[in-house]
């Protein structure tokens, strides 16, 4: 028992080593990519509910590796949050996803989404001066701070530092904080208070089976009492049926976002999005 403990560690560690070069090859292409134009934004809609309406999108990164095809972000980022590459990443993100709400501006006016939302990674949020980044691609691009929204996750807040901090500088620009994933991390009410949130994003997994009437239900519905007592918008995340759409608004939601209503879309087909038939 004791040989094959030791063979499982020695494979175990094998494995380990095995994760963390392909994590390192990974980064290494993705250095590259950022210089040439393999990666790029999809936005998926924001919707009003119950008219289905688009109210604004978040920006959600594709990178089409040149032999590997399309990696997906939940691959991609842990590997560049680890690298240290987010920081520049992001910023590139950040500085594209602006110029596009101002192009969007410029071309549909009253129509164009109310908010553009750019997912920033703790790392991002924890170098110094990340408010100031902001502040700067802002002025850059001449996008008004109450156009942006920017999304951070619970635990990046809770990563201590200066995170809050920034959170609160970025804040102070007039630019609005979504907490995504809330209640999938270590969070906690008193996070609401500390944290200048705007917008609570209601996470997926509690969004799955509030038609089934199971106990992530509770969840939802006491959410958005929170919500509105706090006055915080909340959007519910991965509305995939007609269904959950319905029972978001008989909970009192107003905002969704999901597969539903609508995949993340090149920026192109943001403006032909309409609700759809079974809108709620
Ligand atoms: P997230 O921020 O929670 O983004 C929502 C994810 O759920 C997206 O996956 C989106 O395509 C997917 N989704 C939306 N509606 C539905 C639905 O109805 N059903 C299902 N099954 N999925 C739905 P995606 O684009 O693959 O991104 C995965 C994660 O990667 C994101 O989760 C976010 O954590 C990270 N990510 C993506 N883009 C960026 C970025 O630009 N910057 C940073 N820092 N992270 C990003
Ligand atoms: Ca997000
Ligand atoms: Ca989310
Ligand atoms: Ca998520």
């Known amino acids: 028992?004791?040989?094959?403990?030791?063979?499982?560690?020695?494979?175990?560690?094998a494995a380990m080593d095995q994760r963390t070069a392909e994590q390192s090859r990974l980064a290494a292409d993705l250095r590259i990519a950022l210089d040439t134009e393999q990666l790029y934004l999809l936005y998926q809609p924001i919707v009003a509910i119950p008219s289905g309406e688009l109210y604004g999108v978040e920006a959600l990164v594709r990178w089409t590796h040149p032999e590997r095809g399309p990696v997906g972000p939940a691959v991609f980022i842990p590997a560049a949050e680890r690298t240290g590459l987010i920081v520049p990443l992001g910023a590139w993100i950040l500085q594209e996803a602006c110029e596009q709400a101002v192009r969007w501006l410029e071309e549909l006016g009253d129509a164009a989404p109310r908010t553009v939302t750019v997912n920033v990674s703790a790392r991002q949020l924890r170098e110094a001066g990340f408010a100031g980044e902001v502040e700067a691609v802002l002025r850059r691009t001449g996008l008004p701070a109450y156009v942006l929204t920017v999304e951070v996750t619970e635990t990046a807040v809770f990563d201590g530092g200066t995170a809050l901090t920034e959170l609160h500088a970025i804040a102070a620009l007039g630019v609005n904080i979504a907490l995504d994933d809330f209640g999938t991390g270590h969070s906690s009410l008193g996070l609401l208070r500390t944290?200048?949130?705007?917008?609570?994003?209601?996470?997926?997994?509690?969004?799955?089976?509030?038609?089934?009437?199971?106990?992530?239900?509770?969840?939802?519905?006491?959410?958005?009492?929170?919500c509105d007592g706090l006055q915080l918008r909340a959007v519910a995340e991965g509305v995939e049926t007609a269904e959950q759409a319905a029972e978001l608004v008989r909970?009192?939601?107003?905002?969704?976002?999901?597969?539903?209503?609508?995949?993340?879309?090149?920026?192109?087909?943001?403006?032909?999005?309409?609700?759809?038939d079974a809108a709620v």
């Open 1 to 13: 028992a004791k040989g094959q403990g030791k063979g499982r560690q020695v494979a175990y560690t």
């Open 251 to 276: 909970l009192g939601y107003r905002y969704a976002q999901g597969y539903h209503y609508a995949r993340p879309l090149p920026a192109g087909q943001v403006a032909a999005y309409r609700p759809p």
């Open 195 to 226: 944290c200048p949130a705007d917008i609570l994003k209601v996470d997926k997994s509690f969004v799955d089976d509030i038609t089934e009437g199971g106990q992530n239900a509770v969840v939802v519905a006491a959410l958005i009492g929170i």
